[in-house]
């Protein structure tokens, strides 16, 4: 199992940028494929991107495709999410996801880390 720890949101104004991270610990982090979700007050929890083992593959929700970009570190355990061109509606707490399966990952997420909140300001 591999335990994750997401930091870097805060606040920001609309049309900023911020990075997310997803610090994860276990050798076996090369081998999992990765995903963030999001979750604004009120709403379900929402598959926002995704990224196989290698980094090869990626996938985004319809919402982010063209202004957030993932990626991953295998030699530093870290996987991360560039947001650009940042929306109000973007607003959410925001959690990262692994799992062996890249299925899995983008349907349900798996292991979760506890969050970090990203608000946007008009």
């Known amino acids: 199992q591999v335990e994750l720890v997401e930091s870097g949101g805060g606040l920001v104004q609309a049309g900023g940028s911020l990075r997310l991270s997803c610090a994860a610990s276990g050798r076996t982090f090369r081998s999992y494929a990765m995903g963030w979700f999001r979750q604004a007050p009120g709403k379900e929890r929402e598959f926002v991107a995704a990224i196989s083992w290698s980094g090869i593959n990626t996938s985004y929700a319809d919402s982010v495709k063209g202004r957030f970009t993932i990626s991953r570190d295998n030699a530093k355990n870290t996987m991360y999410l560039q947001m650009n061109s940042l929306k109000p509606e973007d607003t959410a707490v925001y959690y990262c996801?692994?799992?062996?399966?890249?299925?899995?990952?983008?349907?349900?997420?798996?292991?979760w880390g506890q969050g970090t909140q990203v608000t946007v300001s008009s």
């Open positions: 996801a692994a799992d062996p399966v890249l299925q899995v990952v983008k349907s349900t997420g798996g292991s």
